[in-house]
């Protein structure tokens, strides 16, 4: 079993930065791939970044290449999503998921097992 919390959304303007949280507990936590999804209003959830379990595999979404940054510190059970040069269109809420126990390149929702609550970003024009 595997417990996610995501944390550091807010309101942010055109440009600016954030950097999201996925604090994790379980036992095999630091075996899985985790995630990155967002989903905003009316729209499906969508995949976002993904990263294996040593931290030097990674995976992005077209919408997120050069803009953002998935990583993972081991020790602390924690993932992170850098997020540079936002645009209004990444408002949303964001997700992180834990997948399979291996580093897999893992772009929908059904591969992933445990999934957090979510934290809102807006970012204002």
């Known amino acids: 079993q595997v417990q996610l919390v995501e944390s550091g959304g807010g309101l942010v303007q055109a440009g600016g930065s954030l950097r999201l949280s996925c604090a994790a507990s379980g036992r095999t936590f630091n075996r899985n791939t985790i995630a990155w999804f967002r989903q905003a209003p009316g729209k499906e959830r969508e995949f976002v970044a993904a990263i294996g379990w040593s931290g030097s595999s990674t995976y992005y979404a077209d919408s997120a290449k050069g803009r953002f940054t998935i990583s993972r510190d081991r020790a602390e059970n924690t993932v992170y999503l850098q997020m540079n040069s936002l645009k209004p269109e990444d408002t949303a809420v964001y997700y992180c998921?834990?997948?399979?126990?291996?580093?897999?390149?893992?772009?929908?929702?059904?591969?992933?097992?445990?999934w957090g609550q979510g934290t809102q970003v807006t970012v204002s024009s």
């Open positions: 998921a834990a997948g399979a126990t291996y580093w897999v390149v893992a772009t929908t929702t059904n591969e992933y097992q445990y």
